[in-house]
């Protein structure tokens, strides 16, 4: 029976017909409300899995598939790709079948024990803060000297002045270019140097200070003097926390660190935490900076320029499209080997070719003879998004513009627009104020919990206010990657098996860790890759995992057996920088013709338009 909705009223006598048909239209309107409000809503005779989950939470895969009978062979009516089950029959087991409320009951034990056992882990691994390290370096006797500078302002070469007047001494730098341009510097000056990277170990007869990359510190070894290069990367995501634990532990009687203006506040505060005496010597920067007019292409090129780009594929096409130009590129970026990037800086300085193409590897302390540098585009993809250079990115790369000695003036571009260059150049670079920790590996080692519970805790702890945890995302995926259930392994052995330097973002490499991994673990011998050498892709692949052969080898005494191999693939991907490559060139997908450096559609403008 109907109820007369209490906002209907009688109509006029004198009302129009149209306001009467309105009116009418009102009524009934309100009386379907009134029914929808009266008459209860009919249940459905089929439940889905989404609302059966919804309904009860606590419901896994594993009890659905045990307890519930198979899906109906039925579609949902509305929903032509949904099964379902009938609704009374299902939801009489959930409500009354005493074998799965006993197994809801554990479950729900389970969850609780994890959930204690989850917050045992946190609390294990959140104590571990810098202050041990702090109350370490205490105890040390040291004297610091920060040496304060934009790029190409002589930090370095001033520091390095010190190290080759110590009987005992040590570089340390962020890269393997690095370490070896100063290894080739001070033995040309007659200073003995022995090398130490992760690659390569070259000792020389008589030397007493080691060049080495950060990673391979020896914190054993007591020093004269010690250089710590580039230390504004103490806030670097993945390797931020070794220039933390080179300023706590390396044990030297002087101590020079060379980093750039904006790490000055950070860097004094943490020694005042280590109660370390230090002194500052400010470095102006030797030749001036500029930005000059923009470029709308390739075409402004000159000789003594350097192009930037952001990708293996960008410096390669760059390279090609100056080729075509009678241009003599020389090629920097970093999957490039050690040696290949020796060769290509060789080329360049020694005249051999007349501009570099390289990505932001350049801009870490490589010195070499450039005019001008030409930034190719203004925005990168740092792994997780394509987003705008930051202004110490720009301030960085730009800084290599101008060598000393050589060219009075040093003078940055870019090709389309130049506008957050000069925005870069004329402002002050934001100061940095966080610092990265390592992951407490061997503690985590020694401890009752698992490492892989550990270092997801490790991963989800709540961010502090002074410092940030080093990213341990790659550990973890590699713990992942590896079959433990069918293999068991050791903590201290899982421990350096994840903490290998192993590029996870190229899968074929990955693949080859397991493979080695499982070696190692039931101690057979460690396989030989073979990803070929047709291509420079393949065989910088093929480097790449001959270089991961070796880090095995050398972190679990395997003899390495692939020596001669390193070297051949090395003059096969220096053969073929020397070809052409024009085939790497970008060109419209649709008629072929190359395409502007700014174009990123992979369509040409008259395609673009005729699409």
């Not at 959140?126 to 000297?145: G, I, N, W």
């Not at 101590?255 to 203006?261: E, Q, S």
């Not at 011998?525 to 047709?534: A, E, H, I, S």
């Not at 692949?541 to 191999?565: I, N, S, V």
Request: hydrophobic share 35%.
């Amino acid at each position: 029976m109907l109820r007369r909705s209490p906002h209907s009223r009688a109509v006029s006598r004198d009302a129009s017909p149209g306001s009467e048909l309105l009116h009418f239209e009102n009524i009934l309107s309100y009386s379907k409300l009134t029914i929808s409000i009266i008459m209860p809503k009919r249940e459905r005779p089929y439940i889905t899995k989404r609302e059966l989950k919804r309904r009860y939470p606590w419901l896994t895969e594993l009890m659905i598939e045990k307890y519930l009978p198979p899906l109906e062979n039925g579609l949902v009516p509305g929903r032509h790709s949904t099964l379902a089950w009938p609704r009374r029959k299902v939801l009489n087991i959930c409500e009354n079948d005493k074998d799965l409320k006993a197994d809801k009951e554990r479950i729900a034990r389970q969850v609780e024990r994890d959930a204690r056992r989850r917050a045992q882990r946190a609390a294990f691994i959140s104590q571990f803060t810098p202050d041990r390290k702090f109350e370490y370096a205490r105890a040390l006797h040291r004297h610091f000297v920060l040496h304060i500078g934009p790029t190409n302002s002589g930090k370095t070469y001033t520091a390095l002045i010190a190290l080759k007047q110590a009987e005992r001494g040590a570089y340390l730098g962020p890269l393997r270019l690095l370490a070896l341009e100063v290894f080739d510097k001070l033995n040309a000056d007659n200073c003995p140097c022995s090398l130490l990277t992760g690659e390569e170990s070259i000792p020389v007869a008589g030397a007493q200070i080691t060049s080495s990359t950060i990673e391979m510190a020896d914190y054993r070894a007591r020093y004269n003097t010690a250089v710590i290069d580039e230390a504004q990367m103490i806030a670097d995501p993945d390797r931020g926390s070794r220039w933390l634990d080179a300023l706590c532990r390396i044990d030297a009687a002087e101590v020079h660190v060379c980093l750039a203006p904006e790490a000055e506040e950070l860097i004094c505060e943490l020694l005042g935490l280590m109660n370390a005496e230090y002194e500052i010597v400010r470095h102006e920067r030797l030749a001036p900076l500029r930005t000059v007019p923009a470029l709308e292409g390739l075409s402004g090129i000159r000789v003594a320029d350097a192009i930037i780009a952001f990708s293996r594929r960008g410096v390669l096409g760059i390279a090609g499209a100056l080729e075509q130009r009678g241009f003599k590129p020389a090629v920097i970026y970093g999957s490039l080997p050690p040696e290949a990037r020796r060769s290509e800086v060789y080329k360049y300085t020694s005249g051999e070719c007349d501009v570099v193409v390289a990505t932001d590897a350049i801009g870490m302390g490589i010195s070499l003879p450039i005019r001008r540098i030409v930034f190719s585009e203004l925005r990168k993809f740092d792994g997780t998004r394509v987003r705008p250079l930051t202004h110490t990115e720009i301030l960085q790369i730009a800084g290599r513009a101008g060598r000393y000695g050589m060219f009075d003036i040093g003078e940055v571009t870019a090709i389309g627009e130049s506008e957050p260059l000069i925005h870069a150049l004329a402002g002050t670079p934001p100061s940095i104020y966080r610092y990265r920790i390592a992951f407490p590996g061997q503690e985590a080692i020694d401890s009752e919990f698992s490492l892989r519970g550990l270092l997801e805790e490790w991963q989800h702890l709540p961010q502090e206010d002074w410092y940030d945890r080093e990213d341990m995302s790659d550990s973890l995926m590699l713990l992942k990657s590896f079959p433990s259930k069918r293999i068991r392994v050791e903590k201290e052995l899982m421990y350096k098996l994840i903490t290998l330097p192993v590029d996870t973002g190229n899968l074929s490499i990955v693949d080859y860790w397991v493979t080695c991994a499982k070696a190692i673990a039931l101690g057979e011998p460690l396989p030989v890759p073979n990803f070929g050498m047709t291509t420079l892709e393949r065989c910088e692949t093929q480097y790449r995992a001959l270089d991961l052969y070796h880090h095995f080898c050398r972190r679990f005494d395997r003899e390495d057996r692939c020596e001669g191999f390193r070297r051949d693939v090395i003059r096969q991907i220096t053969k073929l920088l020397t070809e052409p490559k024009d085939g790497f060139i970008r060109t419209c997908r649709r008629c072929g013709k190359e395409l502007p450096i700014t174009n990123s559609f992979g369509l040409c403008e008259d395609c673009f338009n005729q699409k």
